[in-house]
């Protein structure tokens, strides 16, 4: 059964900073890996999709690396911004019913 | 903005009483995901429709239950509501052949 897991559950970090994001996967067996943000009470937006076979896709400030044999991916946020406070989210695509498998997300708080 | 909308926004039920909600995807996106997320949580995996037949299931009982209709609406149903029902209830839509999973701004369901 895949479990998601995600490192640190909350972090905060003074504006400008660089900063990394951790995800973790049990089953390697994935489709693909993908992050997502989510503002407080809002829902799930997208911001990068990692195929399987690929190791790492960008957008802008973002940059999202995967690691396959080792179950994990990481999002890298450059020059960090206070409007990049949210929840953000990585879930595992795979399984026999092509879902989405979660994490709890890391509660991002960036200071002015 | 993904073009999927929910409906309604926020809704309060007691226990034991029965809630519909409802999911608007884009034209062509003939699969849509139901996902419930509860306070702190990662969004967990109810059911997915394709093509009008639910074809995937997460670890919900069988009073969550679902329909999806030809002008690309969808509808989740809950039964006999629980206080544990209450939780972010979101909808995913996703275009044939594609894995990009568009969400919802999702219905804040609260059961008293």
């Known amino acids: 059964k895949q479990e998601v897991t995600q490192i640190p559950a909350a972090l905060s970090v003074p504006e400008g900073e660089n900063l990394v994001l951790n995800c973790s996967f049990t089953d390697s067996a994935i489709y693909n890996l993908q992050w997502f943000r989510q503002d407080p009470g809002k829902g799930l937006t997208s911001l990068l999709l990692?195929?399987?076979?690929?190791r790492e896709q960008t957008s802008g400030r973002l940059n999202a690396s995967l690691d396959k044999s080792s179950g994990r991916s990481t999002l890298y946020i450059a020059a960090s911004q206070p409007g990049d406070s949210a929840t953000y989210l990585c879930a595992a695509l795979g399984g026999s019913q092509g879902n989405l498998i979660f994490g709890k997300g890391t509660k991002l708080s960036v200071k002015p | 903005e993904t073009g999927v909308t929910q409906s309604p926004t926020h809704l309060i039920k007691t226990r034991g009483q029965q809630v519909t909600l409802r999911c608007s995807s884009q034209s062509g996106h003939n699969t849509v995901s139901w996902y419930q997320q509860a306070l702190g949580q990662g969004p967990q995996f109810i059911f997915q429709y394709y093509r009008e037949e639910e074809n995937g299931r997460g670890n919900f009982p069988p009073r969550f239950s679902g329909l999806q209709f030809p002008n690309y609406s969808s509808e989740l149903n809950v039964n006999a509501l629980e206080l544990d029902d209450s939780a972010l209830y979101l909808c995913?839509?996703?275009?044939?052949?594609?894995?990009?999973?568009?969400f919802g701004p999702g219905t804040r369901l609260l059961v008293l």
């Open positions: 995913a839509s996703t275009r044939e052949a594609e894995e990009t999973q568009y």
């Open positions: 990692i195929q399987s076979s690929q």
